[in-house]
Structure formats: structure tokens, C-alpha cells
């Protein structure tokens, strides 16, 4: 009598793609981004997304309500609100992408450094970064842009851009620090030291990879923090002036005059603003807990 | 019919507003007000805008003002009377008595004689922006204390109204002799209120002047001017923390106070004597070459404008260099002659992309700055930007606070490219109105900073010309150079909307922002 072992068949799970990945774990992540790529998508093709030329006055119709020719209606000037919407994407994302890029890899810089050399560089540079977390955010911004005005260059305004930086800057240094703080401590470090590495490869091949993440993470919230502060120095005057369209300018001058004669002008900016902010918080939100190991576990 | 219904309605509401006049005013109050932004400096004589004049007018007085339910008439103010010689050139005033000062010296002719003396010649770094009024004045003459003489080079049509100027505060010669620059920092004046305070950023107050010479008057008791702008202003005024605003509101404001108000509310309208211009630097290129000013005023379809920004702005009337409706203004019929002005826009287009092209600069890229006021300033400016976008002009907007926009214009080599300025008078007077066109060594506030000796001969010409005709046709002639040249080109006249709180009497609409703001007859019925 023979017995025959019997294979069990063990099928080898196929490796999923990780956007598939992330799509079911984190599907209000993916709904966020999903909402991105339709901003981005409207921002790159707007003049064929759009249905009319977002600064083309159209005197005859003025304060036209939603219809089927102005599906979101038109403004005082009679510019249609939908095109001047998806036009406003471009200033949104153009500025909050370059100021949060610029903001975060700033900070992220130096919070690295600060953490590394420690001593005396990093006591200097922490009373710096606490002098600028004192102010809030938008009140920083503000004073940025008043003392440096408006610096137009290929229609972005370069002071802006800074003024909505500046502020982020304080707040990643202190998080990507804290983290290089931790990987300065680690035995491999201590290795690369005894080994006679320099600075900068220590820097950029054994800390700068492991800060990637929570610098990731950051990037994204900030981007939704910088549309929120491109509409709000926008619609306080400082920021995008008449007649770029922006969706926090959509929202100052005339539309509060006439927001109980045409809602329309008001309602459908600030959709546009809340949906921006809320899809980038999402996919932010989702990120971190998708590229943290803790989470995972 | 029709017209015994106009009649007898005109009759009525006459009737209405005289009563409403006639009532006797109470003593006491507050009266508090918006303006929608902060005087630059605290100099009479060298101020241009209303956010001057509301909150620092209260604190002096005049020689002559406008009687406000009788505009274009004029009463005394320090002037008791008056008397002009039959040949025009020698106007006498009798002062009033027991006028003082805010700090108790008495007011004297003296002190008339170095108020203008520093309007019309002025030292010491003091900046007069009226010189050109009163360059006509050969001396001043302060026989006694109560009396004083105005001798003139060469008639002037405009002489007698210009002493109602409301920017002719008079200052103390004793505070002048000792500082001529005393009034930029200091508010001293013979007027109905004394000065309490001034708070950068939130308010003015002014208490009455227990020693004002007017008896029982002022009968507020002080006045706060709180500096507040757009919607908040509006809300403001819906919920009452403030009872006026007196420069205008846009019709969007008026229907929304109305409403807001219902029978609480009073309005007053008018046509304005004021208007945006548009000023190019003559000094920079390629706005030193008037075929492409001209082409850029030719792009402008002023009379389709003026019929759709009315419906969202406080502009209406298309016009020429002087009001329309002005008995010396242009026609209609005059107008359409003029560049910039015809209803043919097409044709205008057309000429105007030929300019440019004959310019060398077809495709003309510029920077167009322009003042943060909501009201008619932004408005107005994506109106124009969308004009010149039409002949393929691409202009950036630049948006400023007051004091950063008057000092992109007003700065000796000013670096802006065009700018949308304001002509806004007290009065209609060409003498007035045309000293934007002037050369600018004539004329400190012609921002265009051009010398045109021909515009200067026939201002000349017509300041001295008594008989109405022939005054009619050299202003032709003026507004025609003026315009084909185009250093400075008006866009849309303004419309003047006030919407006040029923309580606050006194006061009457007239066609200036700048008149009627001492707030001396001001009461409140409460």
C-alpha cells in the first residue's frame, strides 16, 4: 500500500498595482484624488474644457441665471461663471502646487539640516521657525504680500507664490526634523560616520529617503492649505486682481453686491473652493495613513 | 394731461422736500458716517479725494460755500459780503466778526490773505494742487482786519465761484508764519467741530466747537467718520451703526439698502460731476506717441458702456471733458466728431489697430494701475481692459491703495504706463474740470506730465472769456486738441446715488461729493 502525498495546489496571490491598492484601501483617498484629476485635467485643457473665453464681457448678459447656454450663470460683467471656474482651477492649482513645492521642500530642507548638525544651528534655526509659527498663517501671508506687492511673471504672481510659502515653511521644518531626529540616532548613521562619509551623502542617500514620506504627506495638505489662502488674499484684495479669474476673487467685489440678485456668483466659487480643499485634505489624509507603517500594521 | 401730472407730482415732492427743510432742527447727537478710505495727509491744500474732505471739512470753514438746496448758488461762509468791480478784476469781502479759532485767537483778514497766499504761491515745501485757480490774482490786499481785497491780473470767469472751493480751509497765519507745512500734520480751523482724534484704520470723531460763530449751530453734538469700504459699508449702513455714506452707492447698493431699510431709508440722486480718466505717462514710451493714445481711446465704446456699467456701477453719462447736461458741455452731436467718441465702434477698432500698427507696436503690452476701490474704480477698469483686449492689447491690472496710487501718479518721474484717475470738481467749470489737460508745469495734478502750449493758450483764452458763446467755442476747440492728442481721455461720467437713514436731516444732494460736508446744518431727528 502506497500512499501518495497529495500537492496542495497554493496559487501565488498576484501582486496588485499599488494605485489598485490604494484605491480599495483608501477609497475616499481615491475619491479626493479622482476630484484632483478633474481639476487638474480642467486647469491643463481649459480653453477646450471651457465653454467661453473666461474674460470675454458680454454686456447683454449680465447676471444671466444658470441655463442651458451659461450652465452656472454669469457674472456682473456677464463673463460666464463656469468658464471663469474651470480658468480659476489653473490659478488654484498653479499656486497652491508652486507654493506648497516650494514651502515644503524649504522646510524639509532645513529640517534636515537642523536636525544633522544639531547644537547651535539647530537652536538658531528653531528660534527662527518659532518667531514664524507665532504668526497664524494668513496673517503672515499678508504681510508677505503687502510689503512685497504683486510680481507678475508668465501671468503667476511671483510675490504671491512666496507670501503663501513663507508661512508653510515653519510648520514642515518642525515635522520633517523630527523624523530626521529620529534616523540621526540610528546605528546605520553611526556607521556611515565611522566610515568617513560626507555630510552630504549621509544627508541625501541615508536621511533625506527616510523623510520622503511624512514630506509627501505634507505637501499634499498644503496644497489645499495654499488654494485656501490664494482665495482668501484674493478675495481680501491682496492676492489676483480683475479680471484673471480666481475662484476667492470670484467671491470679493462685485459678487457681494449682487449675491442676493445672482447667488450664482457666490455658490458656485465656493463649491469650487470647498470641493478643491476637501478632495486635497482627503488624498493627504489617506496618504499618510496609507505610507505609514504603523497604520498598516 | 401728462404734463399737468409731471407738474403737479414736481409741485408735490417740492413741497415735500421743503417741509422736510423747514423743519426745526433738534440739537444733539452723534452723527456717525462711513467713508470708504483714510485722508493721506491733513492738508486742505494739497488733497484731492473725498476720503479727505468727509472726515476733515467738519473742522474748517471757507470764504464763500455753496447753498446746498440752491446749488450752483453761493453764500458766505467767512464772508459777510461781497463785492465784485464792473470791470471784474477787484473782489472786496467783509468778514465776519467774532470768529475764532479752535485754540480761542480771533480770525482775521490775515488770515485770509495767507491762506491763499499759499494756495496760489506756495513755499517751504508746502504743496498746493490749486495754484492754477488762482494764478489770476495779482495781490491781496488787508485794508483792516474785517476787509479784504482780491486784485486781479485779467478777468476770470470762474473767480468768484473758485472762493467757494471747500479745499480752501483756511489756516491761522500765525500757525503758518511759524510752520507753512503746520496743516499736514495738524487740524486747526475756525470750523463747527474741533478735532477729537484721528485712529489709523477705524474712525475720525470731531466735537462741536462751543465757540463756532454760527449761533445754535452746529447741532450735532460730534460726528465719528468710521473708515469702513464695500459690502461691510453697506452692511454697516443696513443695520444702522452708521446713518450715511456720502460719497455714492451703486444701484446693486441702493436696491439692497432699500430693501434692507424699507421706510427707514431716504435717497437722493443726482448727476455727478466727476469722472474717470484715463491718464497715460507721457514721459515713457510708447505712451509719448499720441497715435497710440489715441488708439487706445478709440477702443473704448463709451456710449455701450455707459448704458451696461450703469446697471452695476455708479457710472452713467457718456461725455466729453465737461459734464453732460453742463450748459458749456458738448452735444451729443459734437461728440460723436470727436475720437474716441463716435458710435461706430467697428470703425473706431479698425483706425485704432491701423495706429498701433503705425506705432510699431501692434501687439502693445502695458500695465494699467488703478485705485482698490470697488466703486466705480474696478468696474470701470476691467470695462477698459476688456476694450483694449479687442484691438489685441494685453494690459496687466494693478490694484492700489489710495495713498500707493496717488503716489504712482503724483511722484515727479512717475514710472507707471496709464493710469484711471479721477477728475472729480466741486463745481461745473471748465476752469476746474480742464486743469487735468493742462501742461504740467501749470498744473501739479495733470498726472499725464505733458506740455501742450496750445491746450495752455486756449485754457487761457476761454478762463477769460465772459461772453458764454464765444467761451462755448473755444472750449470746442480745447476739448478737441485736448482729445485728438489724448495725454488724458474720460471714460464714463458718474451717477450719484446717497442712501441715508431718514433721521439724519440737513443735508441735500448736490452734484459734488466735495460740497455740503461741514456738516454745520446737519441734524438728528431723534
Known amino acids: 500500500m502506497s500512499t501518495a502525498a497529495t500537492a496542495i495546489p497554493y496559487k501565488v496571490p498576484k501582486r496588485r498595482h499599488p494605485a489598485v491598492l490604494f484605491m480599495t484601501q483608501q477609497p475616499l483617498g481615491a475619491a479626493g484624488l479622482v476630484v484632483i484629476l478633474v481639476m487638474a485635467v480642467c486647469a491643463a485643457f481649459a480653453p477646450w474644457v471651457a465653454p467661453y473665453d473666461p474674460l470675454a464681457v458680454d454686456y447683454g448678459g449680465m447676471l444671466s441665471r444658470p441655463s442651458p447656454e451659461h450652465w452656472l450663470g454669469t457674472d456682473s460683467f456677464g463673463r460666464d461663471v463656469a468658464s471663469r471656474i474651470i480658468y480659476g482651477a489653473r490659478t488654484a492649482l498653479a499656486i497652491g502646487f508652486i507654493a506648497s513645492f516650494l514651502g515644503c521642500t524649504a522646510g524639509a530642507v532645513i529640517g534636515v539640516a537642523s536636525a544633522y548638525f544639531g547644537g547651535k544651528t539647530d537652536l538658531i534655526i528653531q528660534g527662527l521657525m518659532d518667531v514664524l509659527l507665532s504668526f497664524p498663517i494668513i496673517v503672515l501671508a499678508i504681510t508677505v504680500v503687502a510689503v512685497l506687492g504683486n510680481y507678475v511673471v508668465l501671468g503667476i ?68 492649505q495654499a488654494i485656501l489662502a490664494e482665495a482668501s488674499l484674493s478675495f481680501l484684495g491682496l492676492g489676483v486682481t480683475e479680471p484673471t479669474p480666481s475662484w476667492g476673487l470670484m467671491l470679493s467685489g462685485a459678487a457681494a453686491d449682487f449675491y442676493q440678485q445672482a447667488p450664482w456668483m457666490i455658490v458656485f466659487p465656493g463649491i469650487a473652493i470647498s470641493l478643491g480643499v476637501f478632495a486635497f485634505n482627503l488624498y493627504g489624509d489617506s496618504l499618510r495613513d496609507w505610507l505609514d507603517p504603523k497604520i498598516k500594521l | 394731461m401728462k404734463r399737468h401730472l409731471a407738474v403737479l407730482v414736481g409741485a408735490a415732492a417740492l413741497a ?128 483792516d482786519s474785517l476787509t479784504v481785497v482780491f486784485k486781479l491780473k485779467k478777468q476770470n470767469a470762474s473767480m468768484l465761484t473758485n472762493f467757494a472751493s471747500p479745499w480752501d480751509c483756511v489756516y491761522s497765519a500765525a500757525k503758518l508764519k511759524q510752520d507753512p507745512r503746520f496743516p499736514e500734520r495738524n487740524v486747526m480751523g475756525t470750523g463747527p467741530f474741533t478735532f477729537v482724534e484721528h485712529v489709523a484704520g477705524s474712525h475720525w470723531t470731531g466735537r462741536k466747537f462751543e465757540g463756532y460763530f454760527e449761533k445754535g449751530k452746529p447741532y450735532l453734538n460730534g460726528y465719528v467718520a468710521i473708515f469702513i469700504s464695500g459690502a461691510p459699508m453697506v452692511n454697516a449702513l443696513a443695520a444702522g451703526e452708521v446713518v450715511a455714506e456720502f460719497r455714492g ?50 477702443a473704448v465704446d463709451r456710449w455701450a458702456g455707459a448704458q451696461a456699467l450703469s446697471k452695476v456701477a455708479l457710472v452713467r453719462h457718456v461725455g466729453g471733458i465737461l459734464r453732460p447736461g453742463y450748459d ?123 506740455t501742450d502750449r496750445v491746450l495752455d493758450d486756449l485754457y487761457d483764452r476761454q478762463s477769460g472769456e465772459l461772453d458764454k458763446k464765444k467761451r462755448y467755442a473755444l472750449l470746442r476747440e480745447f476739448e478737441k486738441r485736448a482729445l485728438e492728442q489724448a495725454y488724458t481721455v474720460p471714460t464714463i461720467w458718474w451717477h450719484r446715488i446717497i442712501v441715508h437713514h431718514k433721521p439724519m436731516k440737513g443735508w441735500h444732494i448736490m452734484p459734488s461729493h466735495y460740497v455740503g460736508q461741514d456738516l454745520a446744518d446737519v441734524w438728528l431727528d431723534q
Open chain 2, 328 to 450: 458749456l458741455a458738448a452735444s451729443e452731436k459734437e461728440l460723436v466728431q470727436l475720437p474716441g467718441w463716435s458710435k461706430d465702434i467697428n470703425a473706431s477698432r479698425a483706425e485704432a489697430r491701423k495706429l498701433l500698427q503705425a506705432a510699431g507696436v501692434p501687439n502693445l503690452a502695458f500695465t494699467f494701475t488703478n485705485r482698490n476701490i470697488a466703486m466705480p474704480y474696478v468696474p470701470v477698469g476691467v470695462f477698459l481692459i476688456d476694450q483694449w483686449r479687442q484691438i489685441g492689447v494685453s494690459v496687466k491690472h494693478e490694484q492700489l491703495e489710495t495713498r500707493l496710487y496717488l503716489a504712482a501718479q503724483q511722484r515727479d518721474n512717475p514710472t507707471y504706463d496709464a493710469a484711471l484717475d479721477f477728475n472729480c470738481d466741486f463745481m461745473d467749470e471748465p476752469n476746474l474740470q480742464l486743469q487735468k489737460y493742462l501742461s504740467h508745469d501749470r498744473s501739479p495734478i495733470n498726472y499725464a506730465q505733458q
Open chain 2, 249 to 298: 452707492h451703486s444701484p446693486a447698493d441702493r436696491d439692497r439698502l432699500l430693501k434692507a431699510l424699507g421706510d427707514k431709508a431716504q435717497v437722493q440722486e443726482t448727476p455727478w460731476v466727476c469722472s474717470l480718466v484715463v491718464t497715460f505717462n507721457t514721459r515713457k514710451k510708447p505712451f509719448d506717441d499720441a497715435r497710440v493714445r489715441r488708439a487706445l481711446s478709440l
Open chain 1, 157 to 224: 504672481d511671483v510675490n504671491l507664490i512666496i507670501a503663501i510659502s513663507v508661512p508653510m515653511l515653519p510648520r514642515v521644518e518642525r515635522v520633517v526634523r523630527a523624523s530626521a531626529l529620529a534616523i540621526r540616532e540610528m546605528p546605520y548613521i553611526d556607521a556611515a560616520r565611522a566610515a568617513g562619509y560626507s555630510h552630504t551623502r549621509i544627508i541625501f542617500r541615508h536621511i533625506v529617503p527616510n523623510v520622503v514620506a511624512p514630506y509627501l504627506i505634507l505637501l499634499t495638505a498644503f496644497v489645499a
Open chain 2, 16 to 143: 415735500v422736500a421743503g417741509a422736510a427743510w423747514a423743519q426745526a432742527p433738534i440739537s444733539g447727537g452723534l452723527l456717525k458716517f462711513a467713508v470708504s478710505a483714510e485722508p493721506p495727509n491733513y492738508d486742505c491744500h494739497a488733497n484731492t479725494s473725498f476720503a479727505f474732505i468727509h472726515p476733515v471739512r467738519p473742522h474748517y470753514n471757507t470764504l464763500l460755500k455753496f447753498d446746498p438746496p440752491k446749488y450752483p448758488a453761493i453764500k458766505g461762509d467767512l464772508a459777510e459780503s461781497w463785492n465784485v468791480s464792473k470791470d471784474g478784476l477787484t473782489y472786496t469781502f467783509k468778514l465776519r466778526k467774532g470768529v475764532k479759532f479752535h485754540d480761542g485767537s480771533p480770525f482775521s483778514s490775515e488770515d485770509i490773505k495767507a491762506t491763499y497766499d499759499r494756495l496760489r504761491n506756495p513755499t517751504g515745501g508746502v504743496r498746493s494742487v490749486r495754484q492754477a485757480s488762482y494764478a489770476d490774482i495779482a495781490s491781496i490786499e488787508t485794508p
